[in-house]
């Protein structure tokens, strides 16, 4: 099967969603990152090319989240052949819209294409996970995780992962708008403070609890009670003009809740369809006046995840 080529793609996602730091993720269905891989003959990893970024990526596997994902995946599995991979890079890089688990979970599922006997999405998801931590210097799931199975994904656990699809209320949609700067998930997450005090995790625990608990009932009220980061947002909106702006401008416009997006810099809404649009206006109109254009989008929350486009 030397020489066989699949190509898989999987979409940005939402990490945190807000309420869930490192936990909770969702699929964004705008756009994603695609991985081409075949089988080569002689072991080991090699990343051929990397297109659609204008920041130069390391092409040294283990420095790369794709090919980092696929050295913890060959060495684990002591595959008899070696993978080549090209990364088309479509998700802006270091937006907070899960380019790099993007990469790694295209790499995985692209990879498991060209196995005799393909693994699990939950056996993928841990050798995903080993690419990511390249990028952001820990290993978390938020991204990974809703990328890999598509939807509203909780993940609980780390060295024993599991997953649970949440059902989101039908006529839900995200607006994201990524301002145009750059912002490195490392800093992001080198800012926070390492405890918390115990009624803001409380207050956290609760609102947690009760949006999973408005998505499972549909309950819009219950969702927007309970759409507050009072942990980890009021610590990152410092690294994001404009972000209280724009946040007022999207809840001032009927969004439900408002957020950073993994990392940042793109800050999303949740909000019913019929808002969606004056949402958008107004949350690019809020970074425009601090100087800041950006690329925007209304998205379903996609309930597919990565996939096979082509083989």
Known sequence: MTGKSVTAFAPATVGNVGVGFDILGHTVKAVGDRVQA???????????AITGSQATLPLEAE??????????????LSLPFGIEISIEKGIPLGSGLGGSAASAVAAVVAANALLDTPLSKLELLKFAMQGEAVASGSVHVDNIAPSLFGGLVL??????????????????????????MFLSTREARRILRKTVDLSDLVWQTANLAGFLSGCYTNDLDMIRDSFEDVI???????LIPG????????TSNGAL??????AGPTVFAWCEEHFAEGIRAAMVEAFAEHNLASDHWV????????R????
């Open 155 to 180: 993940t609980v656990g780390i060295d024993h992962p599991r997953t649970k699809q949440i059902p989101v209320p039908p006529n839900v949609r995200c607006v994201l708008v990524h301002p145009h």
């Open 257 to 262: 809740g408002c957020s950073i997006s993994g």
């Open 308 to 311: 096979i486009v082509e083989s």
């Open 243 to 250: 972000f209280k702006a724009v946040k007022q401008a999207a």
């Open 38 to 48: 075949r089988r080569t003959a002689g072991r080991g990893i090699r990343i051929a």
């Open 63 to 76: 420095k790369n989240t794709a090919g980092m994902a696929l050295v913890s995946m060959a060495g684990a």
């Open 299 to 306: 998205s379903a929350i996609d309930t597919e995840g990565a």
């Open 232 to 238: 980890i947002e009021p610590q990152r909106a410092q």
